[in-house]
T-cell receptor, first 111, second 112 residues
Framework: DAKTTQPPSMDCAEGRAANLPCNHS???????VYWYRQIHSQGPQYIIH???NNETNEMASLIITEDRKSSTLILPHATLRDTAVYYC????????????FGTGTRLLVSP | SQTIHQWPATLVQPVGSPLSLECTVE??????LYWYRQAAGRGLQLLFY??????ISSEVPQNLSASRPQDRQFILSSKKLLLSDSGFYLC???????????FGNGTRLTVT
């Protein structure tokens, strides 16, 4: 699995958009970008994933650059409950899920 | 809808005692099942995965073992716990087609 680089921490004001970046410059053509988050003392929660097109669901939007070497997870209106560690992972979707979690980005949403 | 159940939520065990953590999945058939461990302040480490009944693969040598006696049941065990076995243990599942992983709420194990 390709490695990813994320900032260790970010702050966001409640109600504002939170934009979490991820670099994956060695990503292969068949590897997807997955985002998970982990709220303190809970299991990781799947957020969204994509290959090369931008994706949106009820939780977030995923913007992948044209060269696929980086992506941004967007929480459009951050709430206090979005405070968590966010993990960006790249992997092939067709194999079993041997996810390699890095240290992620600790997002703190403040009032 | 699919759900994953993991228990107990917390556990305190003395060194040398046995361990059995159970995980069950509902609402899906023939899932891939996983055990991860998260040490305090660190990322997740894959311990075991299973693609079917009785099929267990181990990722790291350790004091733990896993079993899958039924399609949707995954058990993590140890005969004698070590202090280093303390951590947050997470069970997860995915479909065989490679869908995203879905995690349980974890078991926080403290070995004293």
């Amino acid at each position: 699995d390709a490695k990813t680089t994320q900032p260790p921490s970010m702050d966001c004001a409640e109600g504002r958009a939170a934009n979490l970046p991820c670099n994956h410059s060695t990503i292969s053509g068949n590897e997807y970008v997955y985002w998970y988050r982990q709220i303190h003392s809970q299991g990781p929660q799947y957020i969204i994933h994509g290959l090369k097109n931008n994706e949106t669901n009820e939780m977030a939007s995923l913007i992948i650059t044209e060269d696929r070497k980086s992506s941004t997870l967007i929480l459009p209106h951050a709430t206090l409950r979005d405070t968590a560690v966010y993990y960006c992972i790249v992997r092939v979707a067709i194999s079993f899920q041997k996810l390699v979690f890095g240290t992620g980005t600790r997002l703190l949403v403040s009032p | 809808s699919q759900t994953i159940h993991q228990w107990p939520a917390t556990l305190v065990q003395p060194v040398g005692s046995p361990l059995s953590l159970e995980c069950t999945v509902e609402g899906t058939s023939n899932p891939n099942l996983y055990w991860y461990r998260q040490a305090a302040g660190r990322g997740l480490q894959l311990l075991f995965y299973s693609v079917g009944i009785g099929q267990i693969s181990s990722e790291v040598p350790q004091n733990l073992s896993a079993s899958r006696p039924q399609d949707r049941q995954f058990i993590l065990s140890s005969k004698k716990l070590l202090l280093s076995d303390s951590g947050f243990y997470l069970c997860a599942w995915s479909t065989q087609g490679g869908s995203p992983l879905h995690f349980g709420n974890g078991t926080r194990l403290t070995v004293t």
